[in-house]
Structure formats: structure tokens, C-alpha cells
């Protein structure tokens, strides 16, 4: 009786799944169909021994929640915890020892790996025994050297009387390294991965590098901001990465002053008059009238004050937020806008509005002026000093570039 003539077939599908794409789900699938396998067991590495995990990475936890949501549609596959779960290091030679703890003596073992992993055999601890155990699979991926791993493959076979096996499948070149990078610059990721791994992602803001300070500051005003400000806060932060993306700025600064802008957006009228006497802010007549408009000079205070940031361009950037300033740096007027069109925002025009700013951000600033005089008008509200002074200095800088 051969190896193919035994008992249940399952396959072994390990790595980290650091996310799960759609790459890996088509090798699992055409593997299970190919060798009439009954089960596909994806098992994410807990802390592997050959690979360093990516300093954007998920952990663990998350890595094994991706990979339940991606399988939890197909009968014929499920997730096992069993290295996860492990202390130390994970070896395959120790989860094929538990797992057979657990399966019918007779079930004969597929591990399923990337083609490229034939190769480093024989770097593998044991790895005589780990292939006198299983049927080794190696999936084929765009641009694999065939020759020089079928050459591998039969010497492994003949040396050690190893069953090793080049697996051809359908071209699919998606990878997580670069969905990684996809979502930390804000690019799409749909289509490469299952939707409730996308939604389990952008929920948890797995894989998006920030400025040092955006975790704590995330935190505080998370517990200090009404429901409805935290959401338009990170909704703005989001908005501002992607403009700052787009003008080849500073991403992470530009999410967290996005993030901070409204940090004091919630003080009391009495609280923001001991703020703007503190610091001797301009008391233009609408500052006079309303406070509260000063909450972006405030709040640039307060990060300091409280927080210890220092950097001038974020501060500045939450400083002018509200009304402008003739010297804004191109991070400020990135946030300006990220606040005024981020998606909760649902004014008339505003997809005009979002449109304009991603082709011309100065001519974009313009237009919310025009937008809000509207408003302005219809509610007798006046225009602060700073934001007259911020126009002025758009239009003659714009009328000195027509004339070069």
C-alpha cells in the first residue's frame, strides 16, 4: 500500500499569515483539489525560527484572527492555534508531534509550503524527520527558478527517501509584504484579501506606522472627546495622511496633527479664556465672541504644555486649522482641508471640495472660503483677521506664479 493509499488526507498549511491574501487561499484550495486532500489546517506561526516579524506586523492574536475570518467560508479548511498558543519558538518537527497527538494514526500529512522553501530543507531543525512524516508540497510562485528546485526536490528524495513535490499553481503574485505597505500608505487592499480580513484590519489599525506619539495621544482623547469628535478625529488624521501622501509630505506628522486637532475643540468657554489669556492669544472680535474658535491656537498649546510635543510644524499645523494664517506651511493647509472634507462631512459642495483638493491645494483652500461665506453670512458670523490675511497671501502668491 503507498502513501497515497492511506487513511484521511489532510493538508498542513503553516506562516505567519501577517495578513492572510487570497495568494495564500488559492495554493490551499488547488492543493486540497489536487491531491484530494479532506481538510486544509492553517496553522500561523507564533515565533518562527528562520524569519524575523515585520516591525509593522500583527501580533499573534490578530494574525490567527485573520486567518479564522478568511477560511470560516470553506468547509474544507480550518485554523489551528497550536503554534500560536506555544512558548519559544516554533519548530515544524514539534507541531507535527502534537498535531499527530491529535489526528487518526493512519491520516496522512501534506505540508503545504512556498516552493522556495524546498530550498532551506535542510536548514530546518530535523528535517529528515519532518519529511519522513509528511508529503512536502512546495506552490510554485511567478518567477520560481523550476529547475534548481526539482533538482532539490529528487536529490531530497533519493538521499533520505523523502516524498517532496513541486506544486505548479495559477499565477496570482500577491503578497503581504506589499499589502503591508498598501495600507500604511494608504492604498487600496481590495480584492487581494478576504473583505472580513480587510474590515478585522482597518478596525483594529493593524499595519500603519505613526509618529511615537500617536498611540498615547489616540488613547487620551479617546477617553476625553464625545463619541462623534473621536470619530471625526481619526477620520481627519486619515484624510490628512492621504493629502500629505499625495503632496509628498510628511505622512505620519500630518496623521497625527490630523489626529490632535481637535483636542480641545470640547474645552468650556472658561477653560478656553484661561488658555487664550495664558498664552496671549489674538483676541480678533469673533475670538471675542466665540472662544471656542481659538480651540486650534489652544490646543497646540495644550500638546505642548501637556504632552511635551515640540515639533513646531504639527503645532503649527493644529494652531491654524480653524481660521488660517498668512504663513501656513503646506502641512497646516493639509490638515485645514483633512478637517473640512474628511468623509463624516456631508455639506453641499463637499465632494467638489475633495476633488480639488487632491489637484491643487492652495485653489482648494480657496474654494472652502467660498463655501463658508455662505454660512457666514446667513449666520452674522465674523470672518477672523488671520483668515483675511491667509487669503491674501494665496491669491498674490498664485498672481506672482502666473506672472513668471
Keep these: 500500500m503507498t502513501n497515497d493509499q492511506l487513511g484521511k488526507r489532510v493538508g498542513l498549511m503553516g506562516g505567519n499569515f501577517d495578513p492572510i491574501h487570497y495568494g495564500h487561499l488559492l495554493v ?36 490567527y484572527e485573520m486567518t479564522r475570518l478568511a477560511v470560516e467560508s470553506n468547509p474544507g479548511f480550518s485554523v489551528s492555534d497550536i503554534e500560536i498558543t506555544r512558548k519559544g519558538r516554533s519548530y515544524t518537527i514539534d507541531t507535527l508531534g502534537a498535531l499527530k497527538k ?44 523550476t529547475a534548481a528546485l526539482a533538482e532539490k526536490a529528487r536529490q531530497l528524495n533519493h538521499t533520505i527517501g523523502a516524498d517532496v513535490r513541486i506544486f505548479y499553481i495559477s499565477e496570482l503574485d500577491i503578497s ?14 481590495r480584492y487581494l484579501l478576504p473583505e472580513p480580513v480587510a474590515a478585522y484590519i482597518e478596525s483594529e489599525g493593524l499595519y500603519k506606522a505613526h509618529y511615537p506619539m ?60 484661561k488658555w487664550i489669556e495664558k498664552y496671549h492669544i489674538f483676541r ?41 494664517h498668512k504663513e501656513m506651511t503646506l502641512l497646516s493647509k493639509i490638515v485645514y482641508l483633512a478637517d473640512a472634507m474628511e468623509p463624516n462631512r456631508k455639506y453641499g459642495d463637499v465632494d467638489r471640495l475633495r476633488k480639488m483638493a487632491y489637484i491643487d491645494i ?8 467660498n463655501l463658508c461665506t455662505l454660512y457666514l ?11 483675511h490675511e491667509m487669503l491674501r497671501s494665496i491669491y498674490e502668491t498664485k498672481k506672482k506664479r502666473e506672472s513668471e
Excluded at 503581504?176 to 487600496?188: G, K, L, P, Q, V
Excluded at 492652495?362 to 472660503?369: I, K, R
Design 28 to 63: 490551499a484550495e488547488q492543493a486540497r483539489e489536487t491531491y484530494h486532500l479532506d481538510e486544509v489546517i492553517f496553522i500561523p506561526t507564533g515565533v518562527p525560527p528562520h524569519k524575523t516579524v515585520s516591525t509593522v506586523g500583527a501580533d499573534k492574536q490578530s494574525r
Design 176 to 189: 503581504s509584504t506589499d499589502i503591508r505597505n498598501r495600507i500604511n500608505e494608504e492604498r487600496t487592499i
Design 214 to 273: 500617536y498611540d498615547k495621544l489616540n488613547t487620551y482623547l479617546k477617553a476625553h472627546l464625545s463619541p462623534g469628535r473621536y470619530r471625526h478625529s481619526l477620520a481627519t488624521a486619515q484624510t490628512a495622511k492621504k493629502l500629505a501622501i499625495r503632496y509628498g509630505e510628511d505622512a505620519q506628522k500630518a496623521e497625527f496633527a490630523g489626529l490632535c486637532h481637535d483636542i480641545a475643540k470640547e474645552f468650556k468657554d472658561k477653560e478656553s479664556e
Design 102 to 145: 491529535e489526528l487518526a494514526e493512519d491520516t496522512q500529512l501534506y505540508f503545504i509550503s512556498g516552493a522556495d522553501a524546498i530550498m532551506k530543507l535542510d536548514e530546518w531543525k530535523d528535517y529528515e524527520s519532518v519529511l519522513k512524516q509528511v508529503i512536502f508540497v512546495g506552490a510554485t510562485r511567478p518567477g520560481t527558478d
Design 284 to 324: 480678533d472680535p469673533c475670538v471675542e465672541e466665540n472662544p471656542n474658535i481659538a480651540h486650534g491656537e489652544i490646543g497646540a498649546e495644550f500638546l505642548r504644555e501637556t504632552f511635551g510635543i515640540e515639533d513646531d510644524s504639527i503645532l503649527d499645523a493644529i494652531r491654524w486649522h480653524t481660521y488660517g
Design 362 to 369: 492652495d485653489d482648494a483652500v480657496l474654494l472652502f472660503f
Design 377 to 387: 453670512t446667513k449666520t452674522d458670523t465674523r470672518t477672523h483677521q488671520y483668515t
